[in-house]
């Protein structure tokens, strides 16, 4: 933990063309929870639909620059992505933020 109220979290996922948004939403409860029991507090819940997840961030460019603005205007320092994410796309998308914070964690439901 980075400080004395933990991590503040963005929490986001990937909506395929035959998923339900509030579904999917809804699917955040259990990411929701562990992240309460390291004292996170979740900031931002995101989705983005696409066919299929960027192949080197998950996300795509333009929310991946959403990610960007809601990192620094809620000092987020970790993403957590409610999916099995390569280790690649992790390590991508976790490059793309450290030019806003260095220390800012990725994590997935892996993780």
Known sequence: MTDKIGYRV????IIGPHDHTNDEISNFWEEESLINS????IEKRITQ???TPHQATYFG???LEEIKNIVVDNKINLVV???VVSSGQLFRLEKELWSIDP???VWDRVD
Do not use: A, Q
């Open 61 to 63: 460019p333009g929310k």
């Open 10 to 13: 963005l929490i986001g996922k």
């Open 49 to 51: 639909h696409r066919i």
């Open 81 to 83: 992505v409610n999916d």
């Open 103 to 105: 220390l800012i964690k």
């Open 38 to 41: 390291l004292s996170g507090r």
